[in-house]
């Protein structure tokens, strides 16, 4: 007879999710730490940056007979996610959803599109929803982007905008 598999949500202490990772890979748990990568505008500059999916969580396998007092007491953890008194339980079906959008190394990818001079771009969100503009520049401001937008016939204002409130146009 098979043993019924689950995960448990471990709740890790701040910032230490892969020092608990480890901790838990050390005793012989098997765990899934997934994680993001974003490209973001950080000092100016898009680059790549890594984080964790779930702040503060991560997953334990277990099996009906896993010590619940050494998944809590496991150095980073804080607790377990629990319902009146007994873990919460998640199927592995649940799991494998989050792993099947994830690479090799536990990372899902968030592709954002990377912006030249000159691109033209529509705004899609805010007070200037639907109007086109050119891509001038990154802002020095976090996740702010500089576009020239014409107001009237032949004057483009430079104007600040959030980075996700734009999208490229398609040229036809």
Do not use: H
């Not at 968030?110 to 639907?130: K, L, M, R, S």
Request: glycine share 4%.
């Amino acid at each position: 007879m098979a043993v019924e598999e689950n995960w448990v949500c471990v709740q890790c202490k701040p910032s230490k999710e892969a020092f608990a990772n480890v901790n838990f890979l050390a005793q012989g748990f098997e765990t899934f730490l997934p994680y993001v990568s974003e490209y973001k505008l950080r000092n100016g500059k898009m680059t790549w940056v890594k984080s964790v999916m779930f702040k503060r969580y991560l997953f334990v396998k277990c099996n009906p007979d896993t010590n619940f007092t050494t998944i809590r007491s496991t150095l980073g953890v804080a607790n377990y996610i629990q319902f009146n008194g007994e873990p919460a339980l998640i199927p592995v079906s649940e799991i494998q959803r989050i792993q099947a959008i994830c690479d090799e190394a536990n990372c899902y990818q968030i592709v954002a599109e990377n912006f030249e001079e000159g691109d033209e771009v529509e705004i899609v969100t805010g007070p200037y929803q639907g109007l086109a503009a050119i891509f001038k520049t990154y802002s020095s401001a976090d996740q702010r982007v500089i576009l020239l937008m014409e107001f009237m016939e032949g004057i483009s204002v430079p104007t600040e905008i959030a980075l996700d409130e734009i999208r490229r146009l398609d040229s036809d």
